[in-house]
């Protein structure tokens, strides 16, 4: 399975690729939108950060993923509830990112 996550904050980023990694056929990264609309099609599922003080947009990544009927998990310090989508408080530790990847899947 090949996941893409999507958050301006490269360190988190990074940290998360590297601890997921190893549960993954692929792990892509992006920091801004445009990065992450490329990557999209090519991605089984994503986990999208939602709230930035940067050009971020996860509500319009959000929306693509419903476009293209991809599951997605918002991953946030201040996840929404009117997503209609899984969502999962930062921080979370790996079994809880596992285990919401695994219910949208």
């Known amino acids: 399975m090949r996941l893409l996550i999507f958050d301006d904050d490269q360190v988190l980023t990074c940290s998360n ?3 997921l990694s190893p549960h993954f056929e692929r792990v892509m990264t992006a920091n801004n939108i445009e ?8 991605a089984d ?10 050009h971020f947009d996860g509500e319009e990544m ?7 009927n ?18 999962l408080t930062k921080p979370a530790d790996l079994d809880s990112i596992l285990r919401a990847i695994r ?3």
């Open 17 to 19: 690729k590297r601890l």
């Open 35 to 42: 990065d992450a609309l490329m990557l999209l099609d090519e």
């Open 45 to 54: 599922v994503v986990m999208s950060d939602y709230h930035a003080p940067s």
């Open 62 to 68: 959000v929306n693509a993923c419903k476009m293209r």
């Open 70 to 87: 991809k599951p997605v998990v918002v991953f946030s310090a201040l996840p929404p509830q009117h997503l209609g989508v899984m969502t």
């Open 103 to 105: 219910a949208v899947v």
